[in-house]
């Protein structure tokens, strides 16, 4: 089975490249699974139920998120009631949402999904390691195949999960920093990792941000509004070969799709 994971869907412009990219990337790599982070789809910050709608309509399958995901308080209902669109969870419980979905396919097969989120410079939250653990062995009672987004801040938080999910979970991959990493690989008991997967969004930015305001940001310390920047649209991810019998990973190979000419 072949998954695909969209890394942090940004405004206006990450939108765009879902809605004009998605379809051809998903028959050109014989994609099965589509799963999106969509915690800044809503003006870099944040997603509404509409534009969350408007994204599963495009042909992602399951949205995932992180601390942005409280952003837009008209979400709030959205995440009790639309399976498709988890939070982390390793939020205290009473929080509204869930943080873990299993997905039918067509075919018969099932996908578990897990959305954690770091604490390293982040909140402090429950424990992602013994949540993630937990949540893993709940999923595995109903499939082999499971994807965990985990959004962190720390490229070592992000490892460690790695390794500690690792032959547990088919795939750990990072959100939340925008940056692609090169260090894709297939680790020795099955588990597919990257430290972050990226962004869709616009690249001639400070990670989405249009660069003019991250600067006046940067050198004066008042906290101008974020804007999203419009140039230089790409979509980013990467797609993950899992053996649907075992879940353990085959390959993981990044992508990069420029909108430029699409």
Known sequence: MRILFIGDIVGKPGRQAIHRAL??????YGVEFTIA????????????????????????????SGNHIWAKKEILPSLNGEPRLLRPANYPPGAPGRGIGL?????GEKVGVLNLEGRVFMKHLDCPF???????????????????????????????????LNGKASAVLG????????????????????TDVGMTGPLASVIGIRKEVALERLLTQIPWKFDVAT?????????????SETGKSRDIQRIRVPLNGM
């Open 23 to 28: 379809e051809k990337v998903i028959a050109d």
């Open 37 to 64: 982070n969509g915690e800044n789809a809503a003006g870099g910050m944040g997603i509404t139920p509409a534009l969350a709608v408007e994204i599963l309509d495009d042909g992602v399958d399951v949205l995932t």
């Open 103 to 107: 997905y039918n396919l067509s075919n």
């Open 130 to 164: 013994r949540v993630g653990e937990r949540e893993v062995a709940v999923l595995r009672k109903e499939t082999n195949i499971i994807i965990v987004d985990f959004h962190a801040e720390a490229t070592s938080e992000k490892m460690a999960m790695g390794w500690f």
């Open 175 to 194: 959100t939340h920093t925008h940056v692609q990493t090169s260090d894709e690989k297939v680790l020795n008991e099955g588990t597919a990792y990257i």
């Open 231 to 243: 140039e230089d649209i790409e979509l980013q991810g990467v797609v993950v070969e899992v053996d």
